[in-house]
Every structure is written in C-alpha cells, then in structure tokens.
C-alpha cells in the first residue's frame, strides 16, 4: 500500500491484462527486419561473396530483428503481469513490483492541462499521458509513454481522469 497525503484518496485501482498480443508495432518491425535482410543479402551478393562462409553474420541479423519481435512480445505481458494501477483525486499511480529491484512507484499528476492519449482496442482500453514531441531530428528513439495499459473498465477511469481535471473530486 502506498501512503497518501490526508487530502488524497484512492478513486480506483486495477490491474492490466497480462496476456501476450501482437501490436502493429510489431508488424512493421518485421517488415523493416525484412527490408534490411533483403538489403543484406543484396550486398553479399554484389561482392560475390557466398551466403554459406558467413554463418554467424547470418544469426547475428537473424537474432537482431526476428527475435527481438517475440522478445518484446513477452517482455511486455510480463510487465503488465507484475504491475497495478492506482487512481487518486490527484494522480495516476504505477506500480511496479520487479522481483529483483523492488516496487516501484511512479507518480503521474492530472493537472487541468493534461493530455490523454485513448486507444481502444479489442475490449481493452489504454490511456497515457501525452508526451512533449520531439524534434524531427532527435535520434533518441521514441519518448516512454507512461499510463494505464490495457485496462477492463477505461471508459470508467478516463471519466473519473475529467472529472478530476474540472475540479469535481
């Protein structure tokens, strides 16, 4: 249990689904690992060098876009399984229980200008907090997004989130 401030109470908690899905993500991250295989087979090819005396090359790529889908796929349900979500007058709460490091806790605020991100999806929904855009040029990747993921109930939850922004509860 997490202690609250007195003037802070619990409005819902909730635990994501854990089961495995495949995102759209996923798919063009295939699609690119094909591209770059094409691109790689391509090259040797142009050297007129043989496919066969490059073995490791060929698990090295292998293993670098076609195993990273599955991994990622896993990755994810099992943080979802060891996760809750928590929803007070104030903020959105993460918790996450790593076996090795501890819980975590991360404290998002609903302030009146937050901004949600809604996706809908196979009778799960999943909200986060908008992140600032980067730059076109920004090589970081792409920014954390952090929220409630596949949640039973979202309509309910992102109702209670307006109703806090307007000051009601």
Known sequence: MIPLPPTEHILWQGRPNARPFVAAAHF?????GLIMLGLFLYILARLQMGVGQYFDIQVIVFSLFFLAVPLDILKSAYMRRISSYTLTNRHAIITTDIPLTGQKNQFLPILPDTQFDVLRCRGFTTITFATPKRSR???????????????????RVFALMGQIQRGEL
Do not use: M, N, V, Y
């Not at 063009?28 to 690119?32: E, Y």
């Open 28 to 32: 063009l991250r295939l699609l690119r």
């Open 137 to 155: 040029w920004d090589f970081r990747g792409h920014p954390t997004k952090f929220g409630f993921e596949r949640i039973s109930d979202g309509d």
